[in-house]
């Protein structure tokens, strides 16, 4: 008798996925019947046994192989990832869906992207298999946030979709556009290289391959990328500077191709490199001069402006030729202070002044047989002849006996004698000792004759200089102070280090521009982590982009650059006015200012010294007070920058002492008037003072200040002594001369 049914069933697939196997026992009554069975997989196959029971004894089998219907995935792909990205594309990369929630055969996958927060999506269809897939989303605007989902597809269609990814696209190359050029700028703007850039960076560099091959180069960052516009100034005029815009976010950086941009020709900006004198007479001298540094023509020289300012006139000369770098300038008068500023001149005009104080000499003719010769001159004595009785006297009447005396002494420092090989030899006179000239070659140079004092002091009384050019026999007079040379200060050293972790180098390379410029050191500093620091030690004013590369067995890596800025030089370090104890000294700032912060001045004389520091890169005066009258300083100035000081300019400065001893003569007398004249032993004069008055009596009378060298009294009474007296006055102070009656 039958008792039941037992239904048994499996998967034909055998994978990890689809193991559903059961054995279901019906009891039933009936030789027919039906039975769902519940919990198997989409899309499988299953084979099911239906079995007769007899008595509970399995009597009869029947087998059949039935099939469920596919379902969409109910998972998605597993490891969604971003590949690659650029400004129009992104690549995503995905694995398998869990095969026991394929629900069918996977036979491709579904990507459904769009911008991130707009609320419009695409979609894309993507064939493949179970293991996986790849797509390359493309058409999609730069720097822009997109968002995406991957779902696997069966024949019921897309499953459930990944979890929404964030991609953002890289930037596109700007293209650049100029706006206004002018000599020494260039204003730019770019288009946009999508929504979403962090920064803009602008680089420019001069083209340094034509006649001027001086480099000029810079960068600036302009953040966010709203901004899409820059200025770019301290440019050089008539100059062709490529201009690049690297754009920057996130997923990377484009840059523009180069604008080729040629600034407007404007006047110079720098003054030409140096200026000096040469061949100073009385009534003339020649300067000459250095070609303005290339940078800063800005142009085409066509020639140089001279200005000779002087005796209450201005002397303009133009140099039509860019080749021509000295000139003559006569028509002078004797023992009278110069300036000298020469500009260099192009098709825009008139750049920047170097200026040169030049002091014309006394004008003093020798007799042959020797003369009492004043103090601290300038001589030329290349036309004295050979006769030894004719030469030049050095002498003081301040020695402590009244005897005149002194001794030369040669370019070299070593006193001179009377058998000097020179050409030249001494003798002792009754008013002084005399400087003479042989018959032998002389040599070329200063020669110097020291005396001491009463007071035991020894100091240079006269100052003669030899040459064989020839020319007239002339005695220079005192000027207030002396610009000696422009100096280069001790060169300062800095010190640059990077460092390696991962054990010692067997390379390290420093270079500056690109260029090699050293190894440096190495010193392990951390044995434990072995850390090592590289440091190259930089003597000099060497300013520019630093990079250090280690390299041992098991890489190689290059530091960021470190850019090194050095503040430029002023020039043109001179006094534009003076006192006994002060000094107003001025100066040309550099151009362009580039680094420059500020100066320090330095001072030495007198038994003391100091600094001041000055504020401002475009200062250009400072006054040094508390000085002490008539003492030789020594005066610096150098720039200041963050990183590394200028070069320093250096000048020695005397301040005027008073006027020497005034020497007065009576020309002519009448009843009624006494005409006078007279000079000074040395120094300058700003002003003179006469003083009368009747010897014994009466009241004194008093005229000036006067400007010249002559004065009659008038309206004198006949027959009568007068005591007269004439002062030189300059700002040192006041000397008088010996009462004439």
């Not at 009463?454 to 064989?468: D, I, P, Q």
């Not at 002559?710 to 004439?726: A, G, H, K, R």
């Amino acid at each position: 008798m039958p008792s039941g049914y037992n239904i048994s069933y499996r998967n034909t697939e055998y994978t990890d996925c689809f193991t559903k196997s059961n054995t279901i026992s019906i009891l039933t009554d009936s030789l027919g019947g039906n039975y769902n069975i519940v919990g198997l997989e989409e899309g499988t196959d299953y084979s099911i046994t239906v079995a007769l029971l007899m008595d509970g004894a399995v009597t009869d089998r029947n087998t059949v192989l039935q099939a469920t219907a596919e379902a969409a995935p109910s998972a998605p792909p597993s490891e969604v990832m971003v590949a690659s990205v650029t400004s129009s594309t992104i690549t995503v990369v995905w694995g398998e869906v869990p095969c026991i929630h394929q629900n069918g055969a996977i036979t491709g996958y579904s990507v459904q992207y769009g911008v991130m927060g707009s609320g419009s999506t695409e979609s894309m269809a993507v064939d493949g298999d179970s293991s996986g897939g790849m797509a390359t989303i493309s058409g999609l605007e730069a720097a822009t946030m997109y968002e995406y989902q991957v779902a696997g597809r069966t024949s019921a269609g897309p499953g459930e979709y990944s979890s929404t990814m964030t991609t953002l696209t890289s930037v596109r190359a700007p293209t650049v556009i100029d706006s206004s050029v002018g000599p020494f700028s260039i204003s730019i703007s770019w288009t946009s290289s999508g929504p979403v850039v962090e920064r803009y960076e602008v680089e420019w560099q001069r083209d340094s391959s034509g006649v001027c091959p001086d480099e000029h180069m810079g960068s600036a960052t302009v953040s966010g990328g709203s901004v899409r516009s820059y200025d770019i100034t301290n440019l050089f005029g008539d100059s062709s500077y490529s201009i690049r815009v690297n754009a920057t976010n996130a997923a990377g950086s484009a840059i523009s191709d180069p604008l080729v941009v040629s600034t407007v020709e404007a006047a110079p900006t720098a003054p030409p490199a140096s200026l000096s004198s040469s061949s100073v007479t009385p009534s003339s001298f020649s300067i000459q001069w250095g070609r303005v540094p290339c940078i800063h023509r800005n142009g085409d020289i066509t020639g140089y402006s001279v200005l000779v300012h002087g005796n209450g006139s201005m002397q303009m000369i133009d140099i039509n030729d860019p080749d021509v770098l000295t000139t003559d300038i006569s028509g002078l008068v004797s023992d009278t202070m110069y300036l000298v500023q020469v500009a260099g001149v192009n098709g825009q005009g008139t750049g920047v002044y170097r200026d040169l104080a030049v002091t014309t000499p006394q004008t003093v003719y020798l007799n042959f047989g020797g003369m009492n010769l004043p103090t601290n001159g300038l001589v030329n004595i290349s036309q004295l002849g050979n006769s030894t009785d004719t030469g030049l006297v050095c002498s003081t009447d301040q020695s402590a006996d009244g005897t005149p005396a002194g001794g030369w002494f040669n370019p070299d420092g070593t006193m001179l004698s009377s058998s000097s090989s020179e050409g030249f030899f001494v003798s002792d006179g009754s008013d002084g000792v005399y400087l003479l000239r042989g018959s032998g070659i002389p040599v070329e140079g200063i020669y110097t004759c020291r005396a001491t004092d009463s007071s035991g002091n020894s100091r240079t009384v006269f100052v003669g200089l030899y040459n064989e050019q020839g020319g007239e026999v002339v005695i220079g007079g005192e000027i207030g102070f002396t610009l000696v040379s422009e100096l280069t200060a001790e060169e300062p050293q800095f010190t640059l280090s990077c460092n390696s972790t991962d054990g010692p180098a067997t390379s390290v390379i420093w270079t500056r521009d690109a260029d090699t410029v050293g190894e440096g050191t190495t010193v392990l500093n951390d044995a434990v982590a072995a850390h090592y620091t590289h440091t190259l030690t930089v003597t000099g004013r060497l300013g520019g982009v630093y990079v250090c590369t280690v390299s041992n067995s098991i890489s190689t890596t290059t530091s960021s650059g470190q850019n090194i800025e050095v503040a430029s030089s002023p020039t043109n370090l001179m006094v534009t006015q003076e006192t006994p104890t002060s000094f107003r000294l001025s100066w040309t700032p550099p151009s362009p200012l580039g680094d420059t912060t500020g100066y320090t001045i330095s001072y030495t004389g007198g038994g003391s010294s100091g600094s001041v520091n000055v504020a401002g890169g475009s200062t250009d005066s400072f006054s040094l007070t508390g000085l002490d009258s008539g003492e030789t300083y020594t005066i610096s100035l150098i720039g200041r920058s963050r990183h590394i000081p200028s070069a320093a300019i250096t000048a020695q400065i005397v301040p005027i002492p008073a006027p020497g001893q005034v020497l007065v003569s009576v020309s002519s007398i009448t009843a009624t008037s006494i005409s006078l004249s007279w000079s000074v032993s040395s120094g300058r004069v700003a002003s003179w003072e006469v003083v009368w008055r009747p010897t014994g009596r009466g009241t004194e009378s008093t005229s000036g200040p006067l400007s010249g060298t002559t004065y009659t009294i008038l309206q004198l009474d006949p027959s009568t002594i007068y005591t007269l007296t004439v002062s030189a006055t300059n700002v040192a102070g006041t000397t008088d001369s010996t009462p004439i009656l």
